[in-house]
């Protein structure tokens, strides 16, 4: 249980495209989900909180004109990353809360995409 | 706003060492999380620990989190080459968000 997909794995885009992202809970649904940023050899960075049905609530020095997100139902959260750039080159990595009794929410992630904007 | 630090950063062992992982907060948690993210892989959930001094195993793996609930640690006994990755702990002060650690990258010599 507790599956969580994410589409595309991989992408090779020219600067200055858009690239959307995924983000599935398969056997669950996920009121909240998380979209990470992580660097190679480093640590996920939160970029935002995604709530089912209202507006993403992004972290601070990440734009939300540039990544956008969209949740529009219990199961699925996109990220759409606008006029990419080669800085924009990372691995974005998603992530959906499961609520458990007694134990709070836990995160479960996706297998992530990699982003490589030429 | 909440800091979790995590040391050391790099750990190699001969195969059959132990090894342990430490993470402190800057502020009292209500749950910390572990996970495991292999090389090239992404994160994968080990635990969650929520109790004060709570302790609790998974074969070869030991985790506690402290009585303030402000640290935690993650040990392994004897280890094995398919314990090789980067092992992250995550903190949660009570809303939904988890602040991670920078993660402690273990390499095994077989």
């Known amino acids: 249980g507790a599956v969580v997909s994410q589409h595309p794995s991989r992408v090779i885009c020219k600067s200055g495209t858009s690239v959307k992202i995924e983000c599935r809970s398969l056997?669950?649904?996920?009121?909240?989900m998380f979209w990470y940023r992580q660097f190679p050899k480093k640590s996920l960075m939160l970029m935002a909180t995604s709530n089912e049905g209202s507006k993403a609530t992004y972290e601070q020095g990440v734009e939300k004109d540039k990544f956008l997100i969209n949740h529009a139902s219990l199961t699925l959260s996109t990220l759409t990353v606008t006029s990419a750039h080669p800085e924009d080159s990372s691995f974005y990595i998603c992530?959906?809360?499961?609520?458990?009794?007694?134990?709070?929410?836990?995160?479960?992630f996706g297998p992530g995409t990699r982003l490589l904007v030429l | 706003g909440q800091q979790v630090m995590q040391i050391p950063q790099y750990q190699h062992v001969q195969e059959g060492e132990d090894f342990t992982t430490y993470c402190n907060s800057s502020t009292t948690l209500s749950n910390i999380q572990w996970y495991k993210q292999r090389p090239g892989g992404h994160p994968v959930f080990l635990i969650q620990?929520?109790?004060?001094?709570e302790v609790k195993k998974q074969k070869r793996l030991t985790f506690q989190f402290g009585e303030a609930k402000k640290n935690s640690s993650l040990h392994i006994t004897a280890t094995q080459t398919t314990d090789v990755g980067t092992y992250f702990c995550a903190g949660s002060g009570g809303a939904q968000k988890l602040v991670f650690g920078q993660g402690t990258r273990l390499t095994i010599n077989p």
């Open positions: 056997d669950f649904q996920a009121t909240t």
């Open positions: 992530s959906a809360g499961l609520r458990q009794i007694l134990a709070g929410e836990t995160q479960y």
């Open positions: 620990l929520v109790k004060s001094g």
